[in-house]
Structure formats: C-alpha cells, structure tokens
C-alpha cells in the first residue's frame, strides 16, 4: 500500500496538459490486494479483491488507497 499511495500521491501533485488553458488536475482511486492471503486463492481472486478494494474507495470519497 505505501507504493500505491506514493502513485496516488504524484498523480494528485501533477498538472496535466488537456488544453492550452489551463492544466488539468486529477486524482486515482487504488485498490491493492496481495498475495499469499488466507481469502486470495488463485489469479483471478487477486483481482476480484483489488477490484473489491477499488470500488470501495471509490465509494469511501475517492482519491484513496484501499487494501
């Protein structure tokens, strides 16, 4: 989670160039999970529980790491 929160960290410190007006600012949503746990069982259970993760901080106010 400490590398996720440094991307989440950089991204929201950017300034992207959408237009010639004014730079663009956006923010990431991140769910992590990890392998060996008791509840990650195979590849495809890995991903279901950062999906799992992802739509809880995105549901938790967004611009957050979720484990």
Known sequence: TTF???V???V???AFA???DEPVK???SIGVSSYPSTTVLSVD???AR???ALYRAKADGRN???L
Do not use: G, H, K, N
Request: charged share 40%.
């Open 26 to 28: 956006i923010t990431a």
């Open 4 to 6: 996720a929160e440094r």
């Open 50 to 52: 950062a999906d799992e």
């Open 45 to 47: 259970d890995l991903f």
């Open 64 to 66: 957050r790491v979720c």
């Open 8 to 10: 989440r960290e950089i």
């Open 18 to 20: 959408a237009s010639q």
């Open 12 to 14: 929201e410190a950017a």
